[in-house]
């Protein structure tokens, strides 16, 4: 399994995870994201919805509607009931369970990357597991681990 660590200190997460979104849906791809504080959530859902003045991006909060149904389902826990294979963590706080998808994408900001660097250091060495870095850039983003 892939665990992308994605430091967040140009764009905030509402624009970042946008665009991983919509790279996965494009590849008929589930994602599951996941972030403990409620107002995290409904940001990140009002975000999905006008991320783009073209479209939008299909997706819905855990316990509102049906949760198998949505390509990209916002959640407090990692629980995948849209059958997602990937997560996003959105709240900086690695969550063991993750293990369990295809990919992870494990974004921190600098209020966050103690816990970061230690999440990365957990990994480390564990069967199974491939661990990228990715750093934003004036030209986007580079992956440097």
Same mark, same amino acid.
């Given at each position: 399994m892939q665990? /992308?660590?994605?430091? &967040?200190? +140009?764009?905030?997460i509402d624009r970042v995870l946008p665009?991983?979104?919509? +790279? &996965?849906?494009?590849?008929?791809?589930?994602?599951?994201?996941?972030?403990? /504080?409620?107002?995290?959530? #409904? +940001?990140? *859902?009002a975000s999905l919805w006008t991320w783009s003045a073209e479209s939008f991006l299909p997706h819905g909060q855990a316990g509102r509607a049906d949760d198998s149904?949505?390509?990209?389902?916002?959640? !407090? *826990?990692v629980t995948s009931a #849209? !059958?997602?294979r #990937?997560?996003?963590?959105?709240? !900086?706080?690695?969550?063991?369970a993750a293990l369990g998808f295809d990919r992870a994408f494990h974004f921190f900001s600098e209020e966050s990357i103690v816990a970061?660097?230690?999440?990365?250091?957990?990994l480390a060495g564990r069967d199974g597991v491939e661990r990228r870095?990715?750093?934003?850039?004036e030209s986007g983003w580079e992956q440097a681990a």
């Amino acid at each position: 399994m892939q665990v /992308d660590f994605y430091h &967040l200190t +140009r764009s905030p997460i509402d624009r970042v995870l946008p665009q991983i979104a919509g +790279r &996965l849906l494009a590849q008929d791809a589930r994602l599951l994201v996941v972030a403990s /504080d409620e107002s995290t959530r #409904n +940001r990140l *859902d009002a975000s999905l919805w006008t991320w783009s003045a073209e479209s939008f991006l299909p997706h819905g909060q855990a316990g509102r509607a049906d949760d198998s149904l949505q390509p990209v389902l916002i959640a !407090g *826990d990692v629980t995948s009931a #849209n !059958g997602a294979r #990937n997560i996003a963590i959105v709240d !900086g706080e690695w969550r063991d369970a993750a293990l369990g998808f295809d990919r992870a994408f494990h974004f921190f900001s600098e209020e966050s990357i103690v816990a970061a660097r230690a999440a990365w250091k957990g990994l480390a060495g564990r069967d199974g597991v491939e661990r990228r870095y990715w750093r934003q850039t004036e030209s986007g983003w580079e992956q440097a681990a």
